[in-house]
C-alpha cells in the first residue's frame, strides 16, 4: 500500500512521482488499513481509525483516491467529538517521460521523513518535526494542494511544487496565496537515503527547512529529522534508532527537542521507546512508551507535559 516513500510538497510524493503506483491495467486496486489504539491517558481509551485507498492506471497516468474514517474520541481523529469521513488524497501522477513524473491534485506533504499513515509510521505517534509540518498546513492532515513534478537524475530525485499557501493565508484583496516547495532526495550508498527539503509561506512560520536521514545495516537502523523554521521554531530534532530482533520483532527509541525563537521559552524534550509484533502478514501490534517535558505550555510540537502508554493494532488489505 505504500505509495509515497517520503512526506509539505517527501520522499512519500518523490515515489509517487518516480515510480507511479503499480497496478492493474484493467482493474482499480482497493487497499487500506484499520488503526485501533488503545490509551489508559486519554479521555477516551480506545479509538479507531480506518482508510480506504482506491487507484487506477491506464497506460502512462495513475489516479488516486485515499478517503480517511475517524471515530469520535481518538487523538488527532475527529472534529467537534463527531465521526467523520474526509479526503486524505486526490490525485493524479502522470509519468511524462523516462525521468519526469507530474503529480497534480491533493497530495501529502512531502517535506520531513515521516509519511503520515499509521503502516507507514515509525512509531505509534508522530515526531514533533512532523506535528510541527502538519501544524502549518491547514487543510486536513499534513496535506498540500497544488501542482509538482519529478526529475529523476541519476541517484538523485528533484521535486519542485507550486501549491495552495501551507496556511491558506490571502491577500488583502481576498485572493490565494501559493507556496513553493523543493525537495532533493539522494541515496549516495546502499543503505544510505538523505533528503532536503524547503518551502515557503508568509505566514505562522514562515519559511520552513528540513534535512533528514536514515541509514539502514542489516538488523539496524538509524535516522535524523531536522527542521528550521523563519519564525517561531528555531529548530526541531528527532534522533531515533531502530532493531529487527528476527523477522517478527522491532524495537525502536526515539529522542527529541525542540527549541523556540522566544528567548524566554524552555526547550520541550521527549524520550519515547516502541516495540512491534507481527502477528500475521496483515496484522501487527505494537507498545509505545513516551514521556515528554514541556514546561513551557508550547502547542506546536505535540509533546505534551507526561507521561503517554498505547497500544496499537494495525491491520492492512
Not at 465521526?83 to 525521468?99: L, T
Not at 543503505?191 to 536514515?214: I, P, R, S
Request: hydrophobic share 45%; proline share 2%; aromatic share 6%.
Amino acid at each position: 500500500m505504500k505509495l509515497l516513500k517520503k512526506n509539505m510538497v517527501a520522499l512519500a510524493v518523490v515515489s509517487a512521482l518516480a515510480a507511479p503506483l503499480a497496478v492493474q491495467a484493467d482493474d482499480a486496486e482497493v487497499s487500506g488499513f484499520v488503526d485501533i489504539i488503545a490509551n489508559s491517558d486519554a479521555a477516551v481509551v480506545f479509538g479507531a481509525d480506518a482508510e480506504v485507498d482506491v487507484s487506477k492506471k491506464i497506460g502512462a497516468v495513475t489516479v488516486r483516491a485515499d478517503m480517511d474514517a475517524n471515530l469520535a474520541g481518538n487523538t488527532g481523529a475527529s472534529v467537534g467529538g463527531q465521526d467523520s469521513g474526509r479526503i486524505e488524497q486526490a490525485y493524479f501522477a502522470w509519468a511524462a517521460s523516462k525521468s519526469v513524473t507530474v503529480l497534480g491534485g491533493l497530495f501529502n506533504n512531502p517535506i520531513g521523513q515521516e509519511l503520515e499513515d499509521a503502516p507507514n509510521m515509525d512509531f505509534t505517534s508522530h515526531s514533533t518535526v512532523y506535528n510541527i509540518l502538519d501544524g502549518q498546513t491547514a487543510l486536513y492532515g499534513n496535506n498540500v494542494a497544488g501542482i509538482a513534478a519529478a526529475v529523476a537524475a541519476g541517484p538523485a530525485t528533484i521535486t519542485v511544487a507550486v501549491v495552495d499557501d501551507l496556511g491558506l493565508s490571502t491577500t488583502t484583496s481576498g485572493k490565494g496565496k501559493t507556496s513553493t516547495a523543493a525537495v532533493v532526495n539522494l541515496s549516495p550508498m546502499k543503505g544510505l537515503d538523505l533528503e532536503l527539503g524547503y518551502v515557503t509561506q508568509d505566514v505562522q512560520a514562515e519559511n520552513v527547512l528540513d534535512f533528514n536521514a536514515k541509514f539502514s545495516a542489516g538488523a539496524l537502523t538509524v535516522g535524523l529529522d531536522y527542521l528550521a523554521a523563519d519564525k517561531a521554531v528555531d529548530s526541531a530534532t528527532n534522533l531515533w534508532v531502530g532493531f529487527n530482533v528476527n523477522d517478527k520483532v522491532n524495537v525502536k527509541a526515539r529522542y527529541e527537542s525542540v527549541s523556540f525563537e522566544a528567548a524566554a521559552t524552555d526547550d520541550s524534550t521527549r524520550t519515547t521507546l516502541y516495540a512491534t509484533y507481527a502477528i500475521n502478514d496483515n496484522l501487527s501490534a505494537a507498545l509505545e512508551s513516551s514521556s515528554g517535558d514541556n514546561t513551557s505550555a508550547e502547542g506546536i510540537s505535540g509533546i505534551v507535559d507526561d507521561d503517554v502508554t498505547t497500544l496499537e493494532f494495525i491491520g492492512t488489505f
